[in-house]
């Protein structure tokens, strides 16, 4: 079983929709959870980070864990075209091990 | 230059060539990364070096040499590779102890 498991999509959605991403993961260690974004052509950036289950809002991004369930998801209101891109779930058993555990990303295409 | 930057962006290679990728800092961190990210699979992190000290290797084949000369360097050396190591070659950097990490643009290599 693979430690994280991420549908790589694609993903099309209408300009203003809510998109919905999520990643299952099978190891309980983890502890920390990332979303990272990477455009076409682009190296990853880092778009949300928690730690603890629940919801973290950050504008338009919502992170979501339930460690019970061993699920995160990542949710964008209002989806803009530049939202368009590849977003990988990141998953880290202890902070700052350098060894982080990604998903294949997700493809996702906001249609004007 | 702002960043973590690479060079080259592409390169093209045949399997008997020695080449070098090249991935610099300029944020003051003292943790760098070398991954690799092939299409449909999630990124695989192939060298970690910390305080400019090799502290992870995971299991990459030797015909890839990393180097860190400095804490805002880092190298990786190419040579007798085989076609399936076509990739995106992302370099990354972060503070030790820091689950945060930043990526360059990568290196799109072809391995012919």
């Known amino acids: 079983q693979k430690e994280v498991e991420q549908d790589p999509g694609p993903l099309s959605v209408p300009e203003g929709a809510i998109v919905s991403l999520n990643c299952t993961y099978s190891?309980?260690?983890?502890?920390?959870f990332m979303w990272y974004r990477q455009y076409s052509r682009k190296g990853p950036e880092l778009l949300m980070y928690?730690?603890?289950?629940g919801n973290k809002e950050d504008g338009r991004f919502t992170a979501q864990v339930d460690k019970s369930s061993k699920y995160i998801s990542l949710f964008i209101r209002d989806s803009q075209p530049s939202d368009s891109a590849t977003y990988l779930c990141?998953?880290?058993?202890?902070?700052?091990?350098?060894?982080?555990?990604f998903g294949k990303g997700n493809q996702v295409v906001v249609i004007p | 230059e702002t960043g973590v930057t690479q060079t080259p962006r592409h390169l093209v290679m045949g399997m008997t060539n020695k080449k070098s990728l090249k991935c610099e800092q300029h944020?003051?961190?003292?943790?760098m990364y070398w991954y690799k990210q092939s299409a449909k699979k999630p990124l695989e992190l192939m060298f970690v070096?910390?305080?400019?000290?090799?502290?992870e290797n995971n299991s990459v084949p030797s015909r890839f040499s990393p180097e860190c000369p400095n804490s805002s360097h880092l190298f990786l050396h190419l040579h007798t590779l085989q076609p399936e190591d076509s990739a995106l070659y992302l370099c990354?950097?972060?503070?030790?102890?820091?689950?945060?990490?930043?990526f360059g643009p990568g290196t799109r290599l072809t391995v012919t």
């Open positions: 990354a950097s972060s503070q030790r102890g820091s689950d945060e990490q930043y």
């Open positions: 190891n309980s260690a983890f502890q920390y």
């Open positions: 928690t730690y603890s289950s």
């Open positions: 990141a998953l880290s058993a202890e902070v700052g091990n350098n060894r982080l555990a």
């Open positions: 944020l003051g961190h003292n943790a």
């Open positions: 070096y910390s305080l400019e000290e090799r502290v």
